[in-house]
């Protein structure tokens, strides 16, 4: 059984630009999470997808935006990237159907923006 | 809406003494609370997590934690560190098992040799 994967690994940017960031999720988990862990500090959740819908949402402008694909893999987009957007971005997979899912996390994605 | 508080960012204990990393929460529901460990440069893995069921909660590595309603806690123990032990511990709440996870900032654990 693999678990989340997450690409790519690193990635710069300069400000102003767009990323997409991917997550492959656990095998037979319908949910995805992504959050934000800026340095030094706890992940801040951005939103979830349940079944490819948008199933809650944190304190995150519109130009954070996902997708959940028919796998339940998963992209986090950023546009208009500004330098506070540095961060490891981590992505976590759940089953989604009971009350007490818990979350797996993938490796994350470090995104540096300069 | 639910917060947590973890005292102590850094926290330094000597290889086989007790490690206790504190975490208190706010929900205004019935809360589900999680710990987490990340090691350098990875994602977060789980230790152990607390669902309604039984107050004293034991999780992998050797580490349990207890909630206690009264005192809005949900404190981590190891009763004797190891040096693998070393890594940033995280606490967090969910409104439900299945939502959004409401992190605390953190405790880094150092073990000394």
């Known amino acids: 059984e693999t678990g989340v994967t997450q690409s790519p690994t690193h990635l710069i940017k300069t400000r102003g630009q767009q990323v997409t960031l991917r997550c492959s999720s656990q095998s037979g988990h319908n949910t995805v999470s992504w959050y934000q862990q800026a340095l030094g500090q706890g992940p801040q959740f951005i939103f979830q997808?349940?079944?490819?819908?948008?199933?809650g949402r944190g304190n995150f402008p519109p130009r954070f935006s996902g997708l959940q694909f028919p796998n339940y893999s998963s992209e986090l987009n950023v546009n208009a990237l500004e330098l506070d957007d540095s961060a490891l971005y981590l992505c976590a997979s759940s089953l989604g159907d009971g009350s007490t899912d818990t979350q797996y996390f993938g490796p994350g994605t470090r995104l540096t923006v300069l | 809406a639910q917060s947590v508080t973890q005292l102590g960012s850094h926290v330094s204990v000597s290889e086989g003494a007790l490690v206790l990393l504190r975490c208190n929460y706010s929900?205004?529901?019935?809360?589900?609370l999680f710990w987490y460990v990340q090691y350098p440069n990875q994602g977060l893995q789980l230790l152990l997590k607390y669902t309604s069921a039984a107050t004293l909660v034991k999780g992998i590595n050797g580490f349990e934690a207890e909630f206690k309603k009264s005192e809005t806690s949900f404190h981590l123990t190891k009763p004797s560190a190891h040096m693998s032990d070393a890594a940033e511990y995280f606490c967090a709440v969910s409104p439900t098992g299945r939502r959004a996870l409401t992190f605390g900032s953190g405790t880094r654990l150092q073990v000394q040799p």
């Open positions: 929900s205004s529901v019935p809360p589900y």
């Open positions: 997808y349940y079944r490819e819908e948008e199933n």
